[in-house]
């Protein structure tokens, strides 16, 4: 059952709602599904987002942006790999596994591998991160082309 204050529309208006939301982990939540039911008119309205007062939304929004093909957000997701909460850790994981096309993985609640995989992750970008286009049918990045900057 939703709050009384979300509607009960489809999931992108659901998470629309969800990003008025006073309380910062409600809002992140809304940012990111965004990410997950949005289309690419939905980035303007994200990276608006990106300055957040609360860091769970900004973490949430390079999440959404991932998950929507902005190469940008990659840079920004593989140093959350580091963060010492594991909710942000867990984001970035899934993001960067999913829609980077790295190949790369790691347990979100392990510190250890999520350093490992920042490690790899960097190199990987520092080889490849100029080269990546999107392939929106399958929602990630893959090697050989110029990526999307937007």
Known sequence: MLPKNISSGNP????????RQRDP????????NLGVHGTADTVKTLKGFLQDEA??????ANYA???????????KLI????????????RAAVA???SSGSGIACDHENVESCAAAKNDYEAWWKKSGAGLT???KKKTFEAGGTAKKK
């Open 25 to 32: 982990g409600r809002r992140a939540n809304g940012v990111a």
């Open 79 to 90: 140093e959350v790999l580091a963060h010492e909460r594991h909710d942000y850790r867990k």
């Open 55 to 60: 860091e769970a939304v900004r973490v949430a």
């Open 12 to 19: 992108y208006d659901q998470a629309l709602a969800e990003t």
């Open 96 to 98: 960067l596994t999913t």
């Open 65 to 75: 942006l991932l998950l929507l093909g902005q190469s940008e957000s990659i840079k």
């Open 134 to 136: 999107w392939d929106a």
